[in-house]
């Protein structure tokens, strides 16, 4: 199978079709992956393949249970993950991609001018520096993808969700034993979903979270 018949495919049985337009983003985004890779240390996913199972089709299971219109933040997002795959499927979100690194910051800015990607903003900076000119309350999902532990994650996403807001953590395979065993329970588990990356035995667990 080639990288657009797996693209493709794997996007469709996420219920996400792809466009030709979104297609070659989606290639374009990987041949900057790997162009850069070689500058600075992105990821240690460099094959091409890999790249679109383990970074673009991963960051799409969250797509699910997010609607056109919403403000999103996705925190730790390194080289944009969840939220650029996310903003490249779904253009009338309003994707803000926080990221203390500032080579990867720089990275993620060329990918934005490269693919014409305008429901984008980068903020380079920590989640829990109070003068990282993020609005505190200001976003409907808050995105972590394997960012520490579920206490850290969640005290670093919190102060950022509207009061209806959710929080959604892209965990492993431990991920549904890990809630499980979260002794703080101030938040409510919306939704679980477990699942395997097309060709892969990694297994991908969602959990949604509100306050309560």
Known sequence: MNLEDLLVRGSENLGIPLDTRKIQKFLSYSDLIKKWNNKINLTSV???KEIVVKHF????????????????????????????????????????????????IFFINEVLRELGLRNVKTVSGRAEDCNNGLSRNNFDFVLTRAVGDIDEVLSLSSPYIKDNGKIILMRGKEGKLEWENYENKNYKLENLKELKLPGTDFMRVLLVLSQK
């Open 46 to 48: 460099t094959d091409y």
């Open 57 to 104: 089709l991963d960051s799409l299971t969250v797509s699910e249970f997010i609607t056109d219109g919403q403000n999103i933040l996705d925190i730790g997002t390194g080289a944009g993950f969840p939220g650029i795959p996310i903003a490249i499927v779904s253009e009338s979100l309003h994707i803000t991609v926080l990221d203390s690194r500032e080579k990867k």
